[in-house]
């Protein structure tokens, strides 16, 4: 079992920054894949971005690349998400994930545990 605590989010105009950050505790949290995914209502959760658990690689959706960093420090079981010139169509619930499938790292079925989700919202 693998818990996932998320701090982080708000409201920002478009074109401004926020930091997102996901806590993992548990069973050897830094096992696992820990990444990012959103949900903006009415659409599927979708992929942001992922470390795989020694930091070798991240990897990161199309739409968010050049914009968005994401961090992982396993000496605290601890990733972040830098996100700057966020759009309002980035308005969503984001949720960190702790997955096990560093070949479907995209793949919101191979991520086993979920934290609740913070709410971003980007307004025009």
């Known amino acids: 079992q693998v818990r996932l605590a998320q701090i982080g989010g708000g409201v920002v105009q478009a074109g401004g920054t926020l930091r997102l950050s996901c806590t993992a505790s548990?069973?050897?949290?830094?096992?696992?894949?820990l990444g990012w995914f959103r949900q903006a209502p009415g659409k599927e959760r979708e992929f942001v971005a992922t470390?795989?658990?020694?930091?070798?690689?991240?990897y990161y959706g199309d739409s968010v690349k050049c914009r968005f960093t994401m961090s992982r420090d396993n000496t605290k079981a601890t990733i972040y998400l830098q996100m700057n010139n966020l759009k309002p169509e980035e308005t969503a619930v984001y949720y960190c994930?702790?997955?096990?499938?560093?070949?479907?790292?995209?793949?919101?079925?191979?991520?086993?545990?979920w934290g609740s989700g913070t709410q971003v919202t980007v307004s025009p």
């Open positions: 994930a702790a997955g096990w499938s560093a070949v479907r790292y995209n793949d919101r079925k191979y991520y086993d545990y």
């Open positions: 548990g069973r050897t949290p830094t096992a696992y894949l």
């Open positions: 470390s795989t658990h020694d930091v070798a690689n991240i």
